[in-house]
């Protein structure tokens, strides 16, 4: 502005011209944006949604670009896995399991060849006391022959018995009254 002041009367003339256009542009961005206010406030929004071909609108999307400016992380951060496993219905996704697939799946003989055999039947064994029940089953076994061996000396005893009374043409009665065992059944 010093420098139009120093030209004098013709520095004055051009300088109320660009003061003019100045307050004009001024003024003129006022009228533009109460304009513009207006027109939005008369605009009914679902009116120009509805005539939006969102079809046409959704070809133009680049749907690579946009994938490769989702930062996944930051989105998986924000999850909350418990909220997300509390209403999850367990019961629902194991009716939906095909336990026959994961079974044709399985290579049986993998498995096997993965466990160590020698390390498990010590484990077991080392839980079952071998020498308790050896021991009881050899005295079950010891008992019972000893009360197998005991039934068929009673009965060798009565058979001598009676073989003896008949050589002898004793009656029972005739042995002081002393009558016989009774029978032994075999076990």
């Keep these: ?39 939005v406030r008369r605009i009914e929004l679902d009116d120009v949604v509805s005539r939006v071909d969102v079809d046409r609108v959704v070809e133009r999307v680049d749907v690579d670009r946009v994938v490769e400016r989702v930062d996944v992380d930051r989105i998986v951060s924000r999850v909350d896995v418990n909220r997300v ?28 060849a993965r466990i160590d055999l020698v390390a498990l039947v010590l484990d077991v064994l080392a839980e079952v006391d071998v020498q308790r029940i050896a021991r009881e089953a050899g005295s079950g076994m010891t008992r019972e022959t000893v009360e197998a061996v005991r039934e068929r000396g009673i009965r060798a005893d009565r058979l001598v018995t009676q073989l003896t009374d008949r050589l002898l043409r004793r009656t029972p009665d005739a042995r002081n009254g002393i009558p016989l065992p009774p029978p032994v059944r075999p076990a």
């Design 85 to 112: 496993v509390r209403r999850v219905d367990v019961d629902q996704v194991v009716d939906r399991v095909d336990v026959d697939a994961i079974a044709r799946r399985l290579d049986v003989d993998a498995v096997i």
């Design 1 to 39: 502005m010093d420098a139009h002041r120093d030209t004098g009367i013709a520095g004055t003339l051009l300088f109320v011209p660009r003061l003019v256009l100045r307050a004009a542009g001024a003024g003129l961005d006022a009228v533009v944006r109460e304009l513009l206010a207006a027109v």
